[in-house]
């Protein structure tokens, strides 16, 4: 279809229309879903599975509001809620679809159970994503420990900022008035007057 036709009336093609990109996945949708995978495991897993779930489940909460913070595209952020929408659960359901005594007796893998197998999934995806939380947090403490200094250098003893009857970038003790000022909740009394 030629440029003209596209600009009077010509319609595109299947190729080229654009393509709907879905939305990502809100901070409550994204606990929702590992919260959706705990409640699947309680009662119908055995307590190994149902403590690292809720481990996972744990760090997601923690984590869900915090993902803007690693950035738009970020490797991480996507790490954390494909843990929580898709690698979390595609575990866990493949497991409880298998009969029990198969999945915690049967041995299927390099001398592994089912059950073994995903215990060792959920360890790993765990571990991955407390790496990620600490990373955060690690960056919001650099962040603290940077606003404090930039406050000791704006506010410290070199600014020349001072209060009456203090030294300079101290503060009054508590409870006790600057030269001048009254205690709180005291109203200071007019000069008296003086006799003609």
Do not use: N
């Not at 879905?22 to 599975?49: C, F, H, N, Y």
């Not at 059950?115 to 959920?122: A, E, F, G, P, S």
């Amino acid at each position: 279809m030629g440029w003209w036709q596209r600009i009077f009336g010509g319609g595109r093609t299947e190729e080229e229309r654009p393509v709907a990109i879905p939305a990502p996945p809100t901070t409550e949708q994204i606990v929702t879903s590992v919260d959706a995978v705990l409640d699947r495991t309680s009662g119908r897993a055995p307590a190994a599975v149902t403590a690292r779930v809720q481990r996972v489940a744990e760090t997601v909460h923690e984590m869900a509001p915090r993902l803007d913070r690693l950035g738009a595209g970020s490797q991480q952020a996507h790490t954390v809620v494909a843990t929580a929408t898709s690698y979390l659960p595609e575990a866990v359901d493949a497991y409880l679809r298998l009969p029990r005594d198969f999945a915690d007796r049967r041995v299927v893998d390099r001398g592994k159970t089912s059950l073994m197998i995903l215990c060792d999934q959920l360890d790993l995806l765990g571990a991955t994503i407390d790496k990620i939380s600490d990373a955060v947090s690690r960056a919001d403490a650099v962040a603290l420990v940077a606003h404090g200094r930039f406050l000791e250098e704006k506010f410290g003893t070199s600014s020349g900022l001072t209060l009456p009857g203090t030294a300079p970038g101290s503060l009054p003790a508590p409870g006790s008035t600057a030269p001048g000022s009254t205690a709180p909740g005291t109203t200071s009394a007019p000069p008296p007057l003086e006799a003609p």
